[in-house]
């Protein structure tokens, strides 16, 4: 199955769809964050989805499924080089790739 992709020029082309069986399968760590050990851009090429106590969450900048927790931002608070504060949170971490 292919999908037509364009730019903001207003050019385009064909682009095949990725299926299942094409993906990476998801880590137990995962950060966005591309400084991080834990970064990886195969997985992150794809649109991810994660449960965090039942709930969809879309702040989640880095998980962890074994250990059972999260890091998010502090609201607005940033460290003094621009990044936000991340804390992490406890609870059943659930990662799956969105369709």
């Given at each position: 199955m292919?999908?037509?992709v364009c730019n903001n020029g207003g050019l385009c082309r064909i682009e095949p769809t990725m299926t299942d069986t094409e993906r990476?399968?998801?880590p137990d760590?995962?950060?966005i964050d591309a400084r991080s050990p834990h970064y990886n851009a195969q997985v992150l090429e794809h649109s991810i989805g994660i449960r965090f106590n039942?709930?969809?969450r879309s702040d989640v900048e880095e998980y962890c499924i074994s250990e059972g927790w999260i890091?998010?931002?502090a609201g607005k608070t940033v460290d003094r080089?621009?990044?936000p504060l991340l804390i992490k949170v406890k609870g059943q971490v659930e990662v799956f790739y969105k369709a």
């Open positions: 292919n999908r037509p990476p399968t998801l760590r995962l950060a039942g709930r969809e890091r998010v931002p080089r621009g990044q």
